[in-house]
């Protein structure tokens, strides 16, 4: 049976994705998954085929989030490709929610670079600034991606609240997220070994609840682990998936997206590709349904343009497998 679903087309597969969304009595339980787009996606020109193509493609994998990537704004031609897609995917499918990847990298002790001061009011207020910009070229959100910021980090959260004070009606905050601190009993099964003095990034589950109770989603970023061992990552993402669900239940409804890696490489000493594979990930929030919904987390893989065929059609049996198997967690 395994080997015959493997062998369904992507026309298939698109069909069982609308008809279960159609008719379903489980049609609310089916995960939305998120993607990113590259800038170097958006600048260049897409005939309709292409266009079509990717569409085609989201459709079957239940993607509804796309992250377009954002590097400089002062471009016009960036501008204008980004407005060209938002348009034509709005008109393919109203559902589709357009969401600009805003990424900085903050200071911390560095000098002589381009940074974000956290603790500057002049930084934060320009990206304030920016933030309000986007939300009015039309964009339905903008995720900010920040590194580093350290758990408790007190002036992030500070400038989280100073955007929400400015958040229009129906518009999106989400952030990209670090990995959840592991406990002693996660530590027991997985062992994080970093090489050349790399460090991963963590935030403690209280920084997290005190993130995720301001923002509207986020995107965890499940890699870059230090983990050596395929089954020690699907361990680890099994931990993460549980833990950030519980925090969410503490906060209120939010939308959870797993980052997890489409591409081959990743920070030196701390990425190994045949760990820390996306199929994995999918793997192993399967493993956890018995506990929560499947809608409960999506997906985002980073980014569109590493994305194989046999990723596209892992999003896509993720999604139609397990609809039947939702039940709702207890508090």
């Not at 998954?33 to 569409?55: P, R, V």
């Not at 939300?135 to 995720?143: F, I, N, P, T």
Request: glycine fraction near 6%.
């Amino acid at each position: 049976m395994y080997q015959i679903l493997q062998l369904l087309s992507w026309q298939t597969w698109t069909l069982i994705v609308f008809l279960i969304r159609l008719t379903s009595l489980h049609a609310q339980t089916v995960p939305s998954h998120g993607i990113y787009l590259d800038n170097d996606w958006i600048a260049t020109n897409k005939d309709e085929l292409k266009i079509s193509a990717l569409h085609e493609k989201l459709a079957s994998a239940g993607v509804l989030y796309i992250y377009v990537q954002i590097k400089n704004m002062k471009s016009p031609d960036v501008e204008t490709q980004t407005a060209r897609l938002m348009m034509q995917t709005k008109a393919r499918n109203p559902a589709l929610r357009i969401v600009a990847f805003l990424g900085r990298r903050v200071c911390s002790g560095l000098k002589n670079v381009a940074c974000l001061e956290l603790t500057s009011e002049k930084d934060t207020h320009r990206l304030q600034l920016q933030v309000e910009q986007l939300w009015q070229l039309g964009y339905d959100g903008v995720q900010l991606d920040l590194e580093p910021v350290t758990s408790g980090d007190k002036a992030f959260l500070a400038l989280l609240d100073g955007i929400l004070s400015r958040q229009p009606a129906g518009k999106l905050l989400s952030v990209a997220g670090y990995m959840l601190e592991p406990t002693r009993a996660i530590l027991n099964r997985v062992r994080i070994t970093p090489r050349n003095g790399a460090t991963p990034f963590y935030w403690s589950h209280d920084y997290y609840r005190e993130v995720l109770s301001r923002v509207d989603s986020v995107v965890m970023m499940n890699y870059d682990t230090g983990i050596q061992s395929s089954s020690e990552y699907e361990q680890w993402t099994i931990y993460q998936i549980v833990e950030l669900l519980r925090i969410r239940s503490s906060v209120g409804d939010k939308l959870i997206h797993l980052g997890i890696p489409a591409y081959k490489y990743g920070r030196r000493g701390l990425f190994n590709a045949q760990a820390e594979s996306a199929i994995v990930a999918l793997d192993a929030a399967r493993k956890v349904l018995g506990r929560f919904c499947p809608a409960a987390v999506g997906f985002a893989p980073y980014h569109e343009s590493e994305m194989t065929q046999e990723l596209w059609t892992a999003l896509a049996r993720y999604t139609v497998w397990d609809a039947h198997r939702c039940r709702r967690p207890g508090p």
